[in-house]
T-cell receptor, first 114, second 112 residues
Framework: NAGVTQTPKFQVLKTGQSMTLQCAQD?????MYWYRQDPGMGLRLIYY???????DKGEVPNGYNVSRLNKREFSLRLESAAPSQTSVYFC?????????????FGPGTRLTVL | LAKTTQPISMDSYEGQEVNITCSHNNIATNDYITWYQQFPSQGPRFIIQ???TKVTNEVASLFIPADRKSSTLSLPRVSLSDTAVYYC?????????????FGAGTRLAVHP
């Protein structure tokens, strides 16, 4: 099993450009998450999807959109990138349901917006 | 909103036991408490999870008092490789079990 995979690993954008970060998991998990982590800071929840077909806002959703394409895939889109969105983006998945199960994280996408 | 509070940083020496306490005064009845470890340039990694009393696995112990308003992660005999950021996580009651929000974490530095 590959676990949680993210593409691309690195990306440089200019202000105003758009892009989509891809995330896929092969663990048949119901819940998926997108976090961002700024240098020296903790993780902040952008959006999450409790199950296929549902998405909900997290702590910092402004400037982002998400799509739960199917059970495996959860993408994050930046429509008009801004320098403040320079960060490392982590995708995670979790079996879901009751609280006693862990999140599995991908390796991250390092995004720089110039 | 279930918020967690942890010390920003801690220092220890190789071979010592380290205890990191997390405060979560608004924990919901059904929430579990989960701890993660994060190394630089990597995603967080699960360490341990519990609901009440004490849980132990091969790397750590988790102590949760009866009121569940706090929890303590105990790392026995730390080594240099335990230098990392440690996060305490509880489910956010407003979003059920699924809205999982990380706090700022505790930066543990282990010295020779």
């Amino acid at each position: 099993n590959a676990g949680v995979t993210q593409t691309p690993k690195f990306q440089v954008l200019k202000t105003g450009q758009s892009m989509t970060l891809q995330c896929a998991q092969d663990m048949n998990h119901n819940s998926m998450y997108w976090y961002r982590q700024d240098p020296g800071m903790g993780l902040r929840l952008i959006y999450y999807s409790a199950s296929e077909g549902t998405t909900d806002k997290g702590e910092v959703p402004n400037g982002y959109n998400v799509s739960r394409l199917n059970k495996r895939e959860f993408s994050l889109r930046l429509e008009s990138a801004a320098p403040s969105q320079t960060s490392v983006y982590f995708c995670a998945s979790r079996s879901g349901g009751s609280g006693h199960n862990e999140q599995f994280f991908g390796p991250g996408t390092r995004l720089t917006v110039l | 909103l279930a918020k967690t509070t942890q010390p920003i940083s801690m220092d220890s020496y190789e071979g010592q036991e380290v205890n990191i306490t997390c405060s979560h005064n608004n924990i919901a009845t059904n929430d579990y408490i989960t701890w993660y470890q994060q190394f630089p340039s990597q995603g967080p990694r699960f360490i341990i999870q519990g609901y009440k009393t004490k849980v132990t696995n091969e790397v750590a112990s988790l102590f949760i008092p009866a009121d569940r308003k706090s929890s303590t992660l105990s790392l026995p005999r730390v080594s240099l490789s335990d230098t990392a950021v440690y996060y305490c996580l509880v489910g956010d009651g407003t979003g059920g079990y699924n809205k999982l929000i990380f706090g700022a974490g505790t930066r543990l530095a282990v010295h020779p």
